[in-house]
């Protein structure tokens, strides 16, 4: 079986990629393949706030990839600058910038392009959704 990277460009609530996305991990997981890591770029980190707070009709795609994380051992990495320009922060990064508060959900880490790049070397495939 393959060893899979995702990149996630897609914003979370306004196109398709991101519930794409998900099911195709979790499908992937269940065919036997292994997710390496999960990058999001530029819009894509928004699914990583804490503070998403879809209505009760919709999927809460923060909570499915967290979900995922916890229970299949899935690594869900956020860039770094793509999460500042956005609003995106965890404490250390909220710490150094003089920020009142951090957001970030603890399933997602902060990282940067070294990590999308050291997945794609470490992968069979990388696979993007935008």
């Known amino acids: 079986m393959a060893t899979l990277s995702l990149l996630i460009t897609a914003n979370p609530y306004s196109q398709q990629?991101?519930?794409?996305?998900?099911?195709?991990?979790?499908?992937?997981?269940?065919?036997?393949?292994?997710?390496?890591?999960?990058?999001?770029?530029?819009?894509?980190?928004?699914?990583?706030?804490?503070?998403?707070?879809?209505?009760?009709?919709?999927?809460?795609?923060?909570?499915?990839?967290?979900?995922?994380?916890?229970?299949?051992?899935?690594e869900l990495s956020v860039c770094v600058t793509a999460a500042l320009k956005r609003g995106i922060v965890n404490q250390a990064e909220a710490e150094r910038n003089a920020l009142t508060g951090e957001n970030l959900d603890p399933a997602f880490e902060i990282s940067g392009l070294g990590q999308l790049t050291e997945a794609m070397l470490e992968s069979d495939r990388l696979v993007t959704f935008g």
């Open 17 to 74: 990629g991101q519930y794409s996305a998900v099911r195709f991990a979790q499908e992937a997981i269940v065919q036997g393949h292994q997710i390496k890591r999960v990058f999001f770029y530029g819009d894509g980190v928004l699914v990583a706030s804490r503070l998403n707070c879809p209505p009760s009709d919709e999927i809460n795609l923060t909570k499915t990839w967290a979900k995922l994380a916890v229970e299949k051992d899935v």
